[in-house]
């Protein structure tokens, strides 16, 4: 697994961040904007490119899957010789980061092509399997908020079908003034740290980064001498077909998810230790998604977001949020759900307050977008199983 976000460059410096329940929303700094909203930076980066290039979402990932090549055990040289997929999801990097070709075109009625040029380095996966030398099964996501977790389901179905014998799979974004300005325009912007599932969030803030998983199948880990301690045991995933933007006040997609994600793992509901819930701050969607956990899974469970560190990270989020999840397994242990501080009445479920020690082997990660898109993963301790 490799992650990089305003919590840390590193799955360690991210997991020192939740162990202090510190969170660091600033200012922004990459571009500006009139809007004064809060947002998650990735401070410290230094990418090959200057940020004008319009390659920071690019420069995100390929940080992200060095570290999660390297948590591995693979360097570049061993995957020549594998089949190899990338599947890779994104918001800004596929569609956004190409507003200079339109500012010049509208002001002076022509346009250089060095934006579309870099317009088509926002595929993703043909970027990375590109930087990595290899030939690859590729396929960037833009299936807005569950783009990351869309990703790494396609990957996971991409093993089972027998195509390849590991994919690189996630999400990654970078902070654009599109986005800021239209969740600012939706009235979903918060003007201060957001405060997920508490009874007076105002909304979400925008964060960046990268999170990337190596999926494998048994077989290959096997013949390598490899023994992966986490594993991928379901996904689902699930349209409301209700509303652009708003979710189905019954959640229904995201249930039809999680239950095929169960499903497919062959995973009571009583086993999930935790949900790592997509908890965005905004009133609909922590109302809808907290009511439903609770019916899945009864309102004791333990439920967190981790959006109060990263922020919003769109396309990313799914990425990073199974990286969270995996790495909390791992660990055994999970951070506050940091800005939760008042019950809402109208939530049954009780985000964590403090740190806790866990003890269990399940987990689900849930994404929900616009669209009416929700799609949950399903990751657990190996236990020694070839799974």
Not at 168 to 173: E, F, M, R, Y
Request: proline content about 5%; overall charge negative.
């Amino acid at each position: 697994m490799g992650a990089v976000s305003a919590p840390g460059l590193t799955t360690a410096e991210t997991l020192a961040s939740f162990r202090a329940a510190r969170r660091q929303p600033g200012k922004l700094t990459l571009f500006e904007s009139p809007l004064d909203l809060p947002v998650f930076e990735v401070t410290r980066f230094e990418a090959a490119h200057p940020y004008s290039d319009g390659v920071r979402t690019l420069e995100l990932t390929l940080h992200a899957v060095r570290e999660a090549l390297a948590d591995a055990a693979l360097d570049a040289s061993m995957l020549v010789s594998a089949r190899v997929g990338v599947c890779l999801g994104t918001t800004v990097a596929s569609q956004l980061n190409d507003l200079a070709f339109y500012r010049s075109y509208k002001a002076t009625g022509s346009a250089s092509m060095d934006p579309v040029r870099r317009y088509l380095k926002g595929n993703l996966a043909d970027a990375v399997a590109a930087h990595l030398g290899i030939q690859a099964l590729t396929v960037t996501v833009t299936n807005a908020c569950s783009s990351g977790a869309d990703a790494i389901a396609i990957g996971a179905q991409w093993i089972d079908a027998g195509l390849c014998d590991l994919v690189l799979a996630g999400g990654a974004d970078e902070l654009n003034r599109v986005p800021l300005s239209g969740f600012h325009a939706l009235g979903l912007g918060c003007p201060f740290p957001c405060t997920p599932f508490d009874k007076h969030r105002q909304g979400l803030n925008l964060g960046e980064g990268a999170g990337v998983l190596v999926l494998e199948s048994p077989a290959h880990a096997a013949a390598r001498g490899y023994a992966p301690d986490l594993s991928l045991y379901g996904h689902g995933a699930a349209c409301d077909a209700h509303h652009l933007t708003a979710p189905h006040p019954e959640g229904r997609g995201l249930r039809a998810a999680v239950c095929q994600a169960l499903a497919l793992a062959r995973v009571r509901p009583e086993e999930i230790v935790f949900v790592n819930a997509h908890g965005t701050g905004t009133q609909e969607n922590d109302l809808i998604e907290g009511n439903v956990i609770a019916a899945l899974f009864g309102p004791s469970l333990h439920v967190l977001s981790t959006k109060g560190y990263t922020g919003h990270t769109l396309g990313a989020a799914g990425g990073l949020e199974a990286v969270f999840t995996g790495l909390a397994l791992r660990e055994g242990w999970l951070p506050p759900s940091i800005g939760f501080s008042e019950q809402d009445e109208r939530i049954p479920i009780t985000p964590l307050r403090e740190h806790m020690e866990i003890h269990g082997r399940f987990a689900i990660s849930t994404s929900l977008a616009f669209g009416g898109n929700n799609t949950a993963l399903l990751l657990g301790l190996t236990k020694g199983e070839a799974q």
